[in-house]
C-alpha cells in the first residue's frame, strides 16, 4: 500500500516513510526502495510482513539495499536480526506483546512499535492504550506507539502513554501521494466509527479491514464450522489487490484501522504531518481540549 | 463486584464510587444504596447492566433511593431515561459508539462514558484511543474515557483525547475493600500483558475475562458450531458469582480488562487514586514520561 512515492513524500516531510513489503515479491521492494533512494535523500524504511511467501528474499534484498530502518510485521523476526544489523540496519519489529518485545529488544532491535489491535491490517489483541504502558515497562529501548492514532490528541495521548513516537497508517491512506485506488480512499473518509470488522481470529491470524460485503461474509463463515480453515484461508487470497489496485467494493479487503472514522479529508502527507505536529504540541503546551 | 463498601470508600477517597447492580435483584441493590448512603456522605453512583433479567426493577429502585449518578451499561438506556432525570438523577451512560453517545445526549444524559473494548465485562469493538476522541467530537457533554486506565499515564493520556475524567475498574479490583475472593485478587496481581481473552462474540455481546479454563473453553465452543447459541449461553450461568464469591479458577469467570497485566499490587481505594493522580498531574506537567 506504501510504496517509494508515498514513503519519500512522508521523509521529505519531517517524517520516517516506510515501504509497504507486503506479500510482494523481492524484486519490487528492490525497485521500490531504488526509487525511494532517487525521491529523497532522507531516511526511509521497508516494512516486511513476515507471513509473506516472500519474506525470507524479501529480507536479503533490504539488506543488500542497506535501508536505513527495517521494520517487521506479523510475527517474530528474530532469523533475520543478524543479517540486519551487520548491515548497519535499525530494525524496529511491530510488536503486539511485552514478550515478544523484550525478545526483540535481546535481538538487537533499535526501537519496538507497540500496535495496538486497533490498527489496520495484521493485529493483536491488546490495545494502544494498554500496550504501549506495559511495553514501555518491559524493555529499555525507545517505544513507537501505533493504533488509533489519526490526529494530534492521538499523538499527544501517545507520549503520556510513555511513547518516543508514533507510527500513522491509516491516515495516509488518504494522502495525496498514496496510490490506492480512489474508492479505497473514499471508503476511509466515508468510514463511520464501527466501520471496521476483524476477521481471522479463527485462523490465529487476525486482519482489520473496513466492512465491505466481503469482509463480513468472511466474519460469518469463521463461526460456520463446515467451512474448514483451508477454505477461509483460501477466501482472502488476492483480495488485497482486489482493494488498493482495483477498488472492487464487492471482493476487496479494504485494510483500515478503526481511527478510520475520524478522517475526513485528502491531504498531502506534509500536511498531515504538519496538522498533527501543530495539534498535538498545542495540546501538550496546555491547550484545553477537555473543556466543552 | 462493587458493593457499597467499595463505592463509598472511593467516593470519601474523592473519586465518585459506583455500585455495580449486575445481575442482582432489586432488593440487593436498594439494600446496597441504604448501606452506602451510612458509610459516606458524598454522592455515590449505581451501574445498572441492562441484558439484566433485573433491569428494570433496579432501575425503580434507584429512581426511588434516588441516587446521585446512575450509569448504564451493555445497551441503551433510552426507556428509562425520563423516569432517572425525573428523580433528578444525573445519568452517565456508559456508551462503544457514536451514534449510542447522540443518542443518550438526546435523551438528557449529564455525560456520557466512552469505553474502549480493552475493558473488563461487557465490553465493544472500539478501542479507548479510537473511541474517545470521535465521541468528544460527537457530543457536547462531557466524556469520561475508560477502558485500559490502570495508572496516572493512562489518566493524562485520556485527557489528551480530550476526556473530562476517567472511569477506572480493573484496578480497583485489587483495591482492600473490594469483596472479591482472595483467588480473583490473587489472578488479577498475576495476569499478564496477553491475560484476558474475549468471549461471545458470536452471541452479540463479548465480555473481557482473565484466562482461565471455562473462559479458553468457551472461546473455543463459539467456533463450533455444533454448539448452539443456547448451549453457548447457558455455559456462562453462574460463572461471575463462581468467580467473585467461591474464588473457583476452574470454572469461574474473572471478569478483568488488558490493563490487568500492569497491575501489582494490592492498595487501598484511597491509596489507588492519590497514587493515579499524582502521576497523571506530573506527567501532565511535563515530567519526562518517555525520555529512556
Given amino acids: 500500500m506504501s510504496d517509494a512515492v508515498l514513503a519519500a513524500a512522508v521523509s521529505n516531510a519531517g517524517g520516517l516513510g516506510v515501504i509497504a513489503a507486503g506479500n510482494a515479491p523481492a524484486d519490487y521492494v528492490s525497485e521500490q526502495v531504488k526509487k525511494a533512494k532517487t525521491l529523497t535523500d532522507k531516511p526511509f524504511g521497508v516494512n516486511i510482513m513476515l507471513l509473506s511467501p516472500h519474506a525470507g528474499a524479501v529480507a536479503e534484498a533490504v539488506a543488500e539495499e542497506a535501508v536505513a530502518v527495517v521494520t517487521t510485521g506479523a510475527g517474530n523476526p528474530q532469523s533475520y536480526m543478524k543479517l540486519w544489523t551487520d548491515a548497519n540496519i535499525k530494525v524496529i519489529p511491530v510488536v503486539a506483546s511485552t514478550a515478544l518485545a523484550k525478545m526483540a529488544q535481546r535481538s538487537g532491535a533499535a526501537a519496538v512499535v507497540a500496535e495496538g489491535g486497533e490498527s489496520g491490517g495484521h493485529i493483536g489483541e491488546l490495545t494502544t492504550m494498554t500496550l504501549v504502558p506495559q511495553i514501555c ?156
Fill in 137 to 292: 515497562d518491559a524493555v529499555d529501548i525507545p517505544v513507537v506507539a501505533a493504533g488509533g492514532i489519526g490526529d494530534g490528541r492521538g499523538v499527544a495521548a501517545a507520549f503520556m502513554l510513555g511513547a518516543a513516537g508514533v507510527q500513522v497508517g491509516t491516515r495516509f491512506l488518504v494522502a495525496r501521494e498514496c496510490g490506492v485506488h480512489q474508492n479505497y480512499k473514499d471508503k476511509v473518509l466515508a468510514a463511520r466509527d464501527i466501520g471496521t470488522i476483524s476477521t481471522g481470529k479463527r485462523l490465529g491470524h487476525p486482519v482489520r479491514s473496513l466492512k465491505t460485503p466481503f469482509s463480513r461474509d468472511l466474519f460469518a463463515k469463521e463461526y460456520d464450522s463446515s467451512v474448514s480453515n483451508e477454505e477461509l484461508e483460501a477466501l482472502g487470497v488476492g483480495a488485497l489487490k482486489l482493494a488498493a489496485v482495483d477498488g472492487d467494493m464487492e471482493k476487496g479487503c479494504f485494510l483500515a484501522g478503526q481511527i478510520a472514522g475520524m478522517i475526513q479529508k485528502e491531504q498531502t502527507a506534509g500536511d498531515i504531518i504538519e496538522d498533527m505536529m501543530r495539534e498535538a504540541e498545542a495540546i501538550l503546551k496546555g491547550a484545553p481540549v477537555w473543556v466543552k
